[in-house]
């Protein structure tokens, strides 16, 4: 099955820095890779995600880029802000059904005023 | 638009009672459901999927069940539980065949004692 890989495990930033969290899959057949947002004692909230056939989205201060070959995948978020602080988690998906998620085990970022 | 609920939000029970968590959609018919674990500290683990009612598709054998009486409410159960059925439950839908995003619910914290 498939496997995901999340590093770091924790990530401290002041404000106004870049944050980069980096994710490997094992399975080539996966196609779908988003990234959810948790707060505590919430449910993950998905913020940006990427299909195959794209190597790079963009969402105002978040951007995810995708290399297939290497089978990774990573989130950069610009000018952080302390409301970006949060459990962070990427996943991956193979065929149509994009709610079979593998995730990675998560990072938590803190983002310093 | 659709909306997901879950309840109860926080649950304590003892060892070897039985448990019922339920999941319901609004907005949407035929979705996917899913139910989803995550362990303190960690990632989300998948544990069952429905692609339509009374279809349960389980993840990881284990002390629990899912079944699906409507087309959109999805129950967890289980007749005893265990102390290491602790965690926090997540129910997700997807459009269904769509290829479209998982969303999940708020969650319910179980701690079994």
């Known amino acids: 099955g498939e496997n995901v890989e999340q590093h770091p495990s924790t990530l401290s930033v002041q404000e106004g820095d870049s944050a980069v969290i980096k994710c490997t899959y094992s399975?080539?057949?996966?196609?779908?890779f988003p990234w959810y947002k948790q707060e505590l004692g919430k449910g993950p909230q998905l913020i940006i995600d990427?299909?195959?056939?794209?190597g790079e989205k963009k969402d105002q201060r978040i951007a995810v880029t995708l290399n297939k070959t290497a089978k990774h995948f990573s989130l950069h978020i610009t000018e952080t802000q302390p409301e970006d602080s949060a459990v962070y988690f990427c996943?991956?998906?193979?065929?149509?059904?994009?709610?079979?998620?593998?995730f990675g085990q998560g990072t938590i970022l803190t983002v310093h005023p | 638009s659709q909306t997901i609920h879950q309840w109860p939000a926080t649950l304590v029970q003892p060892v070897g009672s039985p448990l019922s968590l339920e999941c319901t959609v609004e907005?949407?018919?035929?979705?996917?459901l899913y139910w989803y674990r995550q362990a303190a500290g960690r990632g989300l683990q998948l544990l069952f999927y429905?692609?339509?009612?009374?279809?349960i598709s389980s993840e990881v054998p284990q002390n629990l069940s899912a079944s699906r009486p409507q087309d959109r409410q999805f129950i967890l159960s289980s007749k005893k539980l265990l102390l290491s059925d602790s965690g926090f439950y997540l129910c997700?839908?997807?459009?269904?065949?769509?290829?479209?995003?998982?969303?999940f619910g708020q969650g319910t914290r179980l701690t079994v004692v």
């Open positions: 997700a839908w997807e459009g269904q065949g769509r290829g479209t995003e998982a969303f």
């Open positions: 399975d080539s057949a996966s196609n779908y």
């Open positions: 990427i299909r195959s056939n794209v």
């Open positions: 996943a991956a998906a193979g065929g149509t059904s994009y709610g079979k998620l593998t």
């Open positions: 907005g949407t018919s035929n979705p996917n």
């Open positions: 429905s692609v339509g009612i009374g279809q």
